[in-house]
């Protein structure tokens, strides 16, 4: 099996040409190519594009590894390894002009789960601010090569905390309702729009802590890596896995604090 930092920059590589091709699209104008699960659930051509050339440049650099994109699917592989990549995450930013998307590749082991992968490598480039965070496992967390590391010792009321919304409107009602449970008991609420840039977020010290339900493997693949490798506690209730049901990242101090704030909201899954 090759060295994580080996796989890092392939990511960070393909990464980067994929973000560049998102940001020369972006400046040509942004056309809508369909919605998914609701209409305000969109898919942009470059979205599409982005995926098509990182999953033929992985093809080309791991072509036994499995591949696991937003917008193509899942392909298996025989290596042990899989891709896990959002090509544009934050897509209604990007529409909208907003400098807060980002392109996000990472490869794991295991299946393309995250209640049982190992994440080894991530990179989340914004070309928009040219911003790239880095990590590999056990070899830490960078923003434009400079390490990064939580912010320690936040007590709850004190904390900014990010959290999103799904695109159907009864989940956002729901999400609402606990949003006004928290809201005054920390110090203010931060809904940026990209996953993975809310994980990176953490791990700059930009966030204290974030949290958000209904989440895709592709929208933090890498960004919970980068959270964990800056030092950031990330799962779910009770000792559990991040998932589709719940992902909480924060310092461990704070993450003790929040999570109790949380569980009458959410069910505890294996």
């Known amino acids: 099996m090759p060295a994580n930092a080996e796989l890092l920059e392939i990511a960070l590589t393909i990464a980067h040409r994929a973000a560049d091709l998102a940001r020369q699209r972006r400046d040509e104008g942004v056309e809508v190519a369909a919605s998914k699960s609701s209409l305000s659930d969109i898919v942009t051509r470059a979205d599409r594009e982005a995926e098509d050339l990182i999953r033929d440049a992985i093809a080309a650099a791991r072509p036994d590894d499995g591949f696991y994109g937003e917008e193509s699917g899942g392909a298996e592989g025989t290596s042990g390894l899989t891709w896990v990549v959002d090509p544009i995450?934050?897509?209604?930013?990007?529409?909208?002009?907003?400098?807060?998307?980002?392109?996000?590749?990472?490869?794991?082991?295991?299946?393309?789960d995250p209640r049982t992968w190992r994440a080894l490598a991530g990179?989340?480039?914004?070309?928009?601010?040219?911003?790239?965070?880095?990590?590999?496992?056990?070899?830490?967390?960078?923003?434009?090569?400079?390490?990064?590391?939580?912010?320690?010792?936040?007590?709850?009321?004190?904390?900014?905390?990010?959290?999103?919304?799904?695109?159907?409107?009864?989940?956002?009602?729901?999400?609402?309702t606990?949003?006004?449970?928290?809201?005054?008991?920390?110090?203010?609420?931060?809904?940026?729009?990209?996953?993975?840039?809310?994980?990176?977020?953490?791990?700059?010290?930009?966030?204290?802590?974030?949290?958000?339900?209904?989440?895709?493997?592709?929208?933090?693949?890498?960004?919970?890596?980068?959270?964990?490798?800056?030092?950031?506690?990330?799962?779910?209730?009770?000792?559990?896995?991040?998932?589709?049901?719940l992902l909480i990242a924060a310092e461990p101090g704070l993450y003790a604090q929040l999570e109790p704030l949380l569980r009458p909201h959410f069910s505890v899954a294996g």
């Open 89 to 112: 995450d934050g897509t209604v930013n990007y529409f909208y002009g907003i400098p807060a998307y980002a392109v996000s590749v990472a490869v794991v082991e295991g299946d393309p």
């Open 178 to 245: 606990i949003l006004a449970d928290l809201i005054g008991k920390v110090r203010d609420i931060r809904r940026i729009g990209a996953a993975s840039l809310d994980l990176c977020s953490v791990a700059a010290g930009r966030l204290d802590a974030y949290y958000e339900r209904g989440l895709n493997p592709w929208d933090h693949a890498a960004g919970a890596l980068i959270a964990r490798e800056a030092g950031a506690q990330v799962g779910a209730l009770a000792g559990t896995r991040e998932s589709a049901d």
């Open 123 to 176: 990179a989340v480039v914004n070309p928009a601010i040219g911003e790239t965070f880095t990590a590999s496992a056990g070899g830490g967390a960078e923003l434009n090569g400079k390490a990064l590391q939580v912010k320690q010792g936040t007590d709850l009321a004190l904390a900014l905390v990010g959290t999103g919304f799904g695109y159907d409107a009864e989940r956002r009602v729901q999400q609402a």
